[in-house]
């Protein structure tokens, strides 16, 4: 429930219409955000219109999806045409931001939600702060030809029981000189937080045996921005924008070559306990991934991890939940044993231990278009990190596989194709099928990634649905291309629809390509 108390006696002037308008003290308006002080508009923000409607503030509605639609509804948040704004009616909302701003005499601004961080850690590991305190300088710094200052290397390190740092207890790294006066001083024993090194490793990665600068120019050009950051959804005002601050220093000295470190940032959601909780020792629902690894093995727990939910939400493990992805994994290296030893001379069969498995050329044609589809689907997901859709995508192909193979009929060459495709979600299962089933010497992590053709993915068929009176009564595979004429006659020679119309002839026949029939009595 909003609450505010109106300042009496005191009223704002609208820089744009110059009206007076009231002003208020409410609890809403967060502090640091700006200066404290903001301009509602209640016809546009849902806070804003919840309050005006208790205090009985007008609501002055100037922005449309569409100008000419009068009967919008209050709040409306996105973007849209101006109305009721004078000289900028009918302009869109993002360019009149810049024009009102313009005419008001203002400046756009970027507001930052970087917070003061604490910089220091009382424990050992960690980058040391180059000061030292020296009873006649104070705090000094370190000159930067002295630096880095490194870590002394003990047997041992425990806490000093005073909160101080494990160094304030190693007298020999602690005692030193001031850089300035050279008398006696001690080293600073906080240390850095780990945020201080990972807020630009990146750049160190690419070039790390430099010892004339951060990063090689060329190098950095080559390999930067970093194409995708990923991070749970705290990363976005935490680490990600300390990340960023550090950056933009670098930028400006010189040392980094791009504005911004990172072009994408993905979350990644969180996998919960059985019961729902963050997994904590606390709540004793820690799931162990080496007791994981012994009972389904590594590919299996990787393949289940992907596959139990869309990767930016949060999702509770399910111990029953990994068996089907084991299973699926199973399923896998059985039927790569239909393969052990064949070869393919021809483009519609395999030869396995002399007999010849004859397939036919629609049935090729079918599993053909199947896999390509399969190939654009995964190759898709993985770059929209949509990986569990495309695990299900190759679940699907292995049915497709298994069903001809009833019949006798083997697709090595598409076989080949899903084997590259499940790779990067189950590489060492795919790895030893590849080279000690299959018999190819190169690992399959080196082969080439599948491509698709788009000519296979044409359809030539659809499933046509026939309505009465529009309910659904059947379903025909009708080619992709067929006419209304040739529709009908396909729909009223079949003896379901024959049985529901008995004598009743129609009235209409409603025909729309390419999806259904519908049949009016």
Not at 128 to 143: D, E, F, K, R, S
Not at 361 to 371: D, G
Request: proline share 6%; hydrophobic share 40%.
């Amino acid at each position: 429930d909003k609450t505010g108390v109106e300042l009496k006696g005191i009223r704002a002037i609208n820089p744009a219409t110059k009206e007076e308008i009231p002003i208020f003290i409410a609890d809403y308006v967060l502090v640091h955000y700006g200066v404290g002080a903001i301009m509602a508009v209640p016809a546009h923000d849902e806070r804003d219109f919840t309050f005006a409607k208790k205090f009985g503030l007008p609501i002055l509605e100037v922005i449309r999806l569409d100008s000419a639609d009068e009967n919008s509804l209050l709040p409306y948040t996105g973007d849209g045409i101006l109305i009721n704004s004078e000289k900028f009616d009918g302009m869109c909302s993002e360019d009149a931001k810049r024009a009102i701003t313009e005419f008001v005499g203002g400046k756009i601004a970027v507001q930052y939600k970087l917070r003061d961080w604490v910089f220091s850690r009382q424990r050992y590991w960690g980058e040391p702060i180059p000061l030292v305190h020296c009873a006649q300088c104070g705090i000094a710094p370190i000159p930067e030809k002295d630096l880095p200052i490194l870590l002394p290397e003990v047997k041992r390190y425990t806490p000093t029981g005073t909160g101080e740092s494990p160094l304030a207890g190693i007298a020999k790294w602690v005692h030193t000189k001031c850089p300035k006066c050279k008398g006696v001083a001690e080293r600073e024993t906080n240390t850095m937080p780990q945020w201080a090194g990972s807020s630009w490793y990146y750049l160190r990665y690419i070039d790390p045996k430099n010892k004339k600068t951060l990063v090689d120019k060329k190098k950095g050009q080559y390999w930067l921005p970093v194409d995708m950051y990923v991070g749970g959804a705290e990363h976005a005002t935490r680490h990600l924008i300390y990340a960023r601050f550090w950056h933009k220093f670098l930028f400006d000295i010189g040392a980094a070559h791009y504005p911004e470190p990172f072009k994408k940032l993905q979350h990644v959601g969180l996998i919960a306990g059985e019961d729902g909780q963050k997994m904590s020792k606390r709540y004793g629902n820690v799931v162990n991934p080496d007791d994981m690894v012994k009972k389904v093995g590594a590919d299996a727990l990787r393949l289940y991890e992907m596959f139990m939910g869309p990767f930016d939400q949060s999702v509770a493990w399910n111990v029953e939940g990994i068996l089907g992805p084991r299973r699926f994994l199973d399923r896998v290296w059985k039927f790569a044993q239909k393969f052990e030893g064949a070869t393919s001379k021809k483009k519609y069969y395999v030869s396995i231990g002399g007999t010849k498995l004859i397939t036919t050329e629609e049935n090729t044609k079918l599993v053909r278009r199947i896999t390509h589809k399969t190939i654009k689907k995964v190759g898709q997901d993985i770059n929209e990190f949509h990986f569990n859709t495309a695990i299900s995508s190759l679940m699907v192909l292995l049915n497709e596989f298994e069903s001809y193979a009833l019949s006798g009929e083997l697709f090595r060459s598409e076989f080949f194709m899903f084997l590259k495709l499940l790779a990067p979600f189950a590489p060492h299962l795919t790895e030893e099928i590849w080279k000690n089933v299959l018999k190819n010497k190169k690992s399959i992590h080196l082969e080439l990634w599948p491509t698709f053709n788009p000519k296979l993915l044409e359809e030539t068929t659809f499933e046509l649905i026939v309505q009465v009176n529009g309910k659904m009564r059947d379903k025909i595979n009708a080619p992709i291309d067929i006419s209304q004429k040739d529709a009908e006659e396909l729909t009223f020679s079949r003896e379901k629809v024959k049985n529901i119309l008995g004598t009743n002839q129609p009235r209409k026949v409603i025909f729309v390509p390419r999806r259904l029939i519908n049949i009016v009595l």
